[in-house]
């Protein structure tokens, strides 16, 4: 089954407890990207990945990190969680790029994330 | 400046009601798509229907349809037949830049369904 998995789906830190949040995807996918959800905001893009070795800044990266070492690998790093950070996170992929078709994206299942 | 508005934060509609979900755009890139999702209480993003800009047509997916007004930026979300079911939060997302190789979703605030018995 194609799908995005992302894990764990909730947890629970303290401030300050380096995390990482997996997420792989099994469609050879080239582009993945990480997004935030809070209320009122809508999901708001964190980093995004064109290829292996190629990431980039969405419009929230600030305390996260991202690697891709692996096209089907695209973990999500909070070196050191603030509060602020506590949101409902979402890594998708995507086929690639065309004019005007319809490369939507596959979305994992999302990982709550508490940070006290 | 948002690039995408969703301006209705809930909707009530009555089961077997058709419902429009309103969603306008800002964007000067000649080709973009629009997308629809759904986000039930569970959490996950469901896809609902895709527009491209470059599309005569709009939009068709069973019970869902896209009023895609290009001239206003509009792309209204119309849901026919409403059932119990569709009670969830929807997003609206625009993917610009295609052309240029860059593949962001730029999503709305979402609106939330709720569908009465």
């Known amino acids: 089954e194609a799908q995005v998995t992302q894990n764990p789906r909730y947890l629970i830190t303290v401030t300050g407890k380096k995390l990482t949040v997996t997420c792989s995807q099994n469609?050879?996918?080239?582009?993945m990207s990480w997004y935030r959800q809070d209320p009122g905001l809508g999901l708001r893009q964190i980093y995004y990945s064109m290829n292996v070795e190629v990431t980039d800044k969405g419009d929230v990266p600030e305390g996260y990190k991202v690697s891709r070492k692996e096209k089907r690998n695209f973990p999500l790093i909070l070196e050191s969680p603030s509060p602020n950070q506590t949101s409902l996170y979402f890594c998708?992929?995507?086929?690639?790029?065309?004019?005007?078709?319809?490369?939507?994206?596959?979305f994992g299942s999302g990982t709550r994330l508490t940070v006290v | 400046a948002q690039k995408i508005t969703q301006t209705q934060p809930g909707m009530f509609v009555q089961e077997k009601e058709a419902v429009t979900l309103d969603c306008t755009y800002d964007?000067?890139?000649?080709?973009?798509?629009l997308f629809w999702y759904k986000q039930p209480s569970s959490g996950e993003m469901i896809f609902l229907i895709y527009q491209g800009s470059y599309d005569q047509q709009n939009a068709t997916e069973g019970r869902y349809s896209l009023n895609f007004q290009k001239a206003r930026k509009s792309a209204n979300l119309v849901i026919s037949a409403s059932q119990l079911g569709d009670s969830a939060m929807y997003f609206c997302a625009m993917r610009e830049g295609a052309a240029g190789g860059y593949n962001k979703l730029i999503f709305g605030a979402g609106t939330r369904l709720a569908v009465h018995p």
């Open positions: 469609m050879n996918h080239e582009y």
């Open positions: 964007t000067s890139d000649p080709s973009y798509g």
């Open positions: 998708a992929s995507s086929l690639g790029t065309g004019e005007n078709e319809n490369y939507g994206y596959t």
